[in-house]
């Protein structure tokens, strides 16, 4: 048995200016880009607008462009396009690894890379049917009082699950974004916020309501900048991450495996993708297992597993660590280094 | 609010007044009685529904019908020519690859699509390119069978295509 949305009217502008028009004229609508998470919600009565904007025909959003040091990815690009573009692949490597992690192989042909930037957060009691969530006394982040996940508190731990956005992080990506009131340009580590119900959007530079976002700018990193993308899931065939961790690092000695900046950032495991926070100590150090110790303990004190997937957070805990050890070995192992040998599970 | 809409179906033009909020399998199966398409899971997770818009492996349940004015639509009803079964439907046969048979028409349409773009998969290709499918009968196996027969029966059948000529 299925259950219909809310009924809608569906609008098609051809440019970004008659989304606008169409978008001042119903400030209730929402951006429809491949629909993979937005038409699922709508299903569910997660989000029921009067009007939906379908994005698809606007054909100056798709696409990948180099110009310079900058690679700039159309918000309308599909995930599948980012995953086999050449330049990505040969550029931003980590980029094209998480967008072909994400899902299976029709949603990602379906799904936009600005989709994936504006999911909506995740948790087992809010990713439910109608029928579902009012058997359980709906939830605080849509119809109900309380959160399931954590009962006393007023805060919502949905997680952000999306793949691409913590490697775009790690290479500081921005955001050109556009509203009836005007365009403005965010980072991307502003426009997210700490709390599950809105992660998007409570921000001063999250999105704001009718905003659409039109392209993503990264910088191309130097010469010596490696990253690699991680990801824990249930079935690697087709499932959101469970934890998703990106790593960088900037050699200063890449034959001596000698850290000139190192990054690291955590999908699936928090409201918002999160940037790992102290890791200034290991510029100037080698990559080693004392290193790695010291990444898994601040990727411990920032990853904060709740109750909001079927798998126990207790293991997702655990495998941030595990994450960070594969991640490290990987960009280890294409220097053949010492790591590899103490590397346990290797 | 409708839409008029044009389209074409499995080869035949037509043109369709559909709902903002109304969804191609909703229209495929609904309104034109092309009930091969399946609704599994509602929601993105299994590709039972899985059609081919403009040659591209599509979820019909998450595509609004709207969306796809001026497309050309295959389903698995499109597939079967007064010849008989398409290679792929009947590598599903003769390799066993179909058992309840609810997965079968999304498996087939995302087979149709791998074979097009190619035609000459490893088996771990066609893991790859029917990832998006779930099957609670089979355990796969047979199914990449399948898909094998159909890869090896089109490989000969474009072979004696060239050979003989225009
Ligand atoms: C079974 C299944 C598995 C999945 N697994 C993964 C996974 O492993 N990893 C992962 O990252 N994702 C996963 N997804 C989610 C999703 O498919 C991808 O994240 C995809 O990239 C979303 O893009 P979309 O274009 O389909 O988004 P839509 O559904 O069209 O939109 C998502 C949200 O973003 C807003 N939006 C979209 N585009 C814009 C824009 N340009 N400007 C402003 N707002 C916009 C919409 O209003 C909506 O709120 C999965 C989905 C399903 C159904
Ligand atoms: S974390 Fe709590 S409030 Fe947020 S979706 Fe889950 S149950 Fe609801
Ligand atoms: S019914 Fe469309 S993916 Fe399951
Ligand atoms: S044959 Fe039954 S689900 Fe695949």
Known sequence: MTYPSAPYDLHQPASVDEAMALMTRYPDALYLAGGTDLVVNLRRRIREPGHVIALRRIGDLRGIALDGGHLTIGALTTISAVAAHPEVQRRMPALAEAAGLVAGPTIRNMGTQGGNLCLDTRCRYYNQSFFWRKANDFCLKKDGEVCHVAPGGSFCWAAYSGDTAPVLLLHDAELELVSPQGARRVTLAEFYGSDGRWSVGTEPGGLRPGELLLRVHVPLPPAGAACVYEKLRVRDSIDYPLVGLALRVDWADEAARRIGAIAMALTAVNPRPERVGGLEPLTGATLDMAAVAHLQKQAHRTGKPMRTTVADPAYRRAMIGTLVEKACTRLARELDGPLMEQARWA | ?166
Do not use: W
Not at chain 2, 11 to 39: C, F, N, P, Y
């Open chain 2, 1 to 166: 609010m409708k839409t008029l809409i044009s389209l074409i179906i499995n080869g035949r033009k037509r043109e369709e007044a559909v709902g903002g909020s109304e969804l191609l399998i909703e229209l495929l199966r609904d309104r034109l009685g092309l009930t091969g398409t399946k609704m599994g899971c509602d929601g993105g997770d299994c590709g039972a529904c899985t059609v081919l818009v403009d040659g591209e492996p599509t979820l019909s349940c998450l595509t609004p019908a709207a969306a796809v004015d001026g497309c050309e639509i295959t389903t698995v009803e499109g597939l079967a020519t007064s010849g008989g079964l398409h290679p792929i439907q009947e590598g599903f046969h003769l390799k066993l690859g179909s058992q309840c048979g609810f997965c079968t028409p999304g498996m087939i349409m995302a087979a149709k699509a791998l074979l097009d773009k190619h035609p000459e998969p490893s088996p771990q290709e066609i893991r790859a390119g029917l990832a998006n499918n779930l099957c609670r009968c089979t355990g796969y196996n047979s199914i990449i069978a399948s898909v094998q027969y159909a890869a090896e029966k089109l490989k000969q059948a474009t072979r004696a295509r060239t050979r003989g000529g225009p």
